[in-house]
């Protein structure tokens, strides 16, 4: 090449490496507000919104009228988001597809996929409605589903500059801010959403009289901010804290500094004042994944690394300490857990730990109780009361304590009957069977003084107490707070339904909600509703099925080695390779987090939208090393 022709290439790329440097600094980019706001907004969104629930839910959960404070508020919010991204799209569509390479193609085709078996999923559902709508207290439907692949698509395409970057940290800052101070009183006891001024806030007038009370699961010494559960919290925390320590770690300016830090330790309280054991998990990952990404800087400078890492430990310590304990309360049973996976527990059979092996209902009108000693004790319903005979027909005496009937005999001592209502509006009588006084086993009584064994509600009936098909798991139960047995049962629903799932957000329509005596070893109740898997990958198998999930995890791959090419262990990093990295780790806290815990409208908002930052940015920083500065405009080729 003549000394001309590279003297006008140097220009060209002066040039363009000039329009670049404004466009990644000051531009303002209006496309890219409706993303800010639905980073900003949708995770606080609170509202009461009164649930007409499916009638196949509401067989399952007892209830056909639900108030969800969380989710269904979040989800419209969501859905009008998607609507909106649409029309600006429609709209803007030469600007927004500018960026054109074959990364971008991968990561559309990855998403489509997804998008495609997600509707034939809803749309094959036993349950569509439900599946195309959401749960009454979830509300992550398909539509919500494909609401984020258009939140994904939206913020790769409309990223531009660092102002884009700069906001998308403010925003994620308000929801971090303004959960930590709530959550802050819910720590406390003082939980500020079960307040009469919150409910003018956040019920409409005309619903006052339908609400009486708000519960929520709220204890003091857990926090949960505006995300519905503290899983969920512990979940955002491990996005938020990565996204913010990076940064903050490599800030220069005193401001930007002092606000991230800020931010930092706020998403820390978050996730420790949560107590979500997948938070910590989630937060361990992305620290693993930083110190390779970082290794270079680290073991050049090992003693800052190691005086750093012992000033958090101490100040840790030190927290934990001034809260008694509570702050990593849950660590211990972190590692216990961690410990009982590797431990052979094959041979331990619940069932032959169980006060009773046993119960059912015999000739139509007699309770059938079998206990752990093959003790026998038959309860007749006759004239509206029981007659209680042991095995070999003799009487057993029965008297009343604390509005049940307890019975003397040693060998029934544990057992108790008491009489409810039951069904939908009440308009049932039932029996009530307690064990250690809690009832844990439920009997409609039908007409001509039938006995039918039911679910608490008395809405579905229960014919057998057989065990369900399992696998894996076995004398692990009740490993990760009962999710050893949610799995167990989960995975062998896999095998029928592989192809499409079972359709978005109906899980619970297809546990087997039967197997009492499995749920009373792992819960210690009989009547608990098990209504997610507890792990978003087992979650988007069962409900879009196994190639959806394929897709899913393709994109994430897709994004994780992409990330790793760019960024790991190098000597020295630009800004947009820190923001880069930062974004990366965030993902990674939430995927880890995700082995223990389910996508949520409440927090998956949010990591859609930096998800599609994250790919944005890697694009640049890959343009930049491949082919230099070039405007937006310019396909990447390689």
């Known amino acids: 090449m003549s000394s001309k022709k590279k003297a006008i290439a140097a220009k060209k790329n002066s040039k363009k490496a000039e329009a670049t440097s404004v466009l990644l600094s000051s531009d303002r980019n209006r496309l890219f507000l409706p993303v800010l706001l639905a980073l900003a907004v949708i995770p606080l969104t609170v509202h009461m919104t009164i649930v007409s629930v499916d009638p196949n839910e509401a067989k ?171 899983d969920y919290a512990g979940s955002f925390a491990a996005i938020a804290a990565p996204v913010f320590f990076v940064p903050a770690l490599f800030a220069k300016n005193l401001r930007a500094r002092l606000a991230l830090w800020s931010m930092a330790l706020l998403s820390v309280w978050l996730l420790l004042g949560s107590t979500s054991r997948a938070g910590i998990v989630g937060v361990v990952f992305a620290l693993i994944f930083g110190i390779v990404f970082f290794w270079k800087i680290l073991t050049e400078h090992w003693k800052i690394s190691l005086s750093a890492f012992a000033f958090v430990m101490i100040a840790l310590i030190g927290v934990n300490t001034v809260s008694h304990g509570k702050i990593f309360s849950r660590i211990p049973s972190l590692l216990s857990d961690v410990s009982a996976v590797f431990q052979n527990s094959s041979g331990n059979d619940y069932l032959s730990q169980l006060p009773v092996k046993d119960i059912s209902v015999k000739n139509g009108g007699t309770i059938e109780i079998v206990t752990q000693n093959n003790d026998v004790l038959n309860a007749a319903l006759k004239q509206n009361s029981l007659d209680l005979k042991d095995g070999s027909g003799r009487s057993v005496s029965i008297q009343m304590q604390n509005g049940l009937s307890a019975i003397t005999d040693p060998r029934f001592q544990r057992i108790g009957f008491g009489l409810t209502m039951m069904g939908l509006d009440q308009e049932f009588p039932g029996i009530a069977v307690s064990i250690d006084g809690q009832p844990q086993f439920f009997f409609r009584i039908d007409s001509g003084d039938k006995l039918q064994m039911t679910n608490s509600a008395g809405t579905v009936d229960i014919d057998s107490l057989k065990t369900p098909p399992t696998f894996g798991f076995k004398g692990k139960e009740k490993l990760g707070s009962a999710r050893g047995y949610i799995w167990s049962r989960a995975l062998p629903m896999a095998s029928e339904r592989l192809l499409l799932g079972a359709g978005p957000d109906t899980f619970e329509l297809y546990f087997p909600q039967n197997d009492l005596l499995g749920k009373y070893w792992a819960y210690g109740t009989a009547n608990m509703l098990v209504d997610k898997p507890h792990n978003l990958y087992l979650q988007t198998l069962l409900g879009e099925g196994g190639v959806a999930l394929a897709a899913f995890l393709a994109m994430m791959l897709l994004y994780l080695i992409d990330s790793f090419r760019l960024y790991a262990m190098k000597r020295e990093y630009q800004k947009n390779q820190i923001r880069g990295i930062a974004l990366c780790l965030g993902i990674v806290g939430y995927l880890f987090a995700g082995l223990f815990n389910d996508s949520v409208v409440s927090v998956a908002p949010a990591f859609w939208i930096l998800l599609g930052a994250g790919i944005a940015i890697n694009f640049q920083n890959r343009r930049e090393l491949s082919n230099g500065p070039a405007d937006d405009g310019e396909k990447e080729t390689d």
């Open 60 to 230: 399952i959960i007892g209830t056909d009228t639900y108030g969800d404070l969380f989710s269904q508020c979040k989800a419209w919010l969501l859905f009008l988001t998607g609507i909106i991204l649409l029309a600006v799209s429609a709209f803007n569509y030469k600007k927004i597809l500018k960026k054109q390479s074959r990364i971008y193609t991968a990561y559309l085709a990855a998403g489509g996929v997804f998008l495609l078996f997600t509707l034939l999923s809803a749309c094959f559902s036993q349950y569509s409605s439900i599946a195309f709508w959401g749960a009454h207290d979830r509300a992550e439907g398909a539509l919500i589903l494909c609401c984020y692949i258009l939140l994904l698509f939206y913020t790769m395409y409309a990223y531009r500059t660092e102002r884009d970057c700069r906001n998308l940290f403010i925003a994620l800052g308000i929801v971090v801010t303004v959960s930590s101070f709530l959550g802050s009183f819910q720590y406390f006891g003082h939980d500020l959403f079960q307040t009469d001024f919150s409910k003018l806030l956040t019920v409409f007038p005309w619903d006052f009289d339908r609400i009486k009370k708000i519960s929520l699961q709220s204890s003091s010494g857990r926090l949960y901010g505006t995300f519905y559960h503290w």
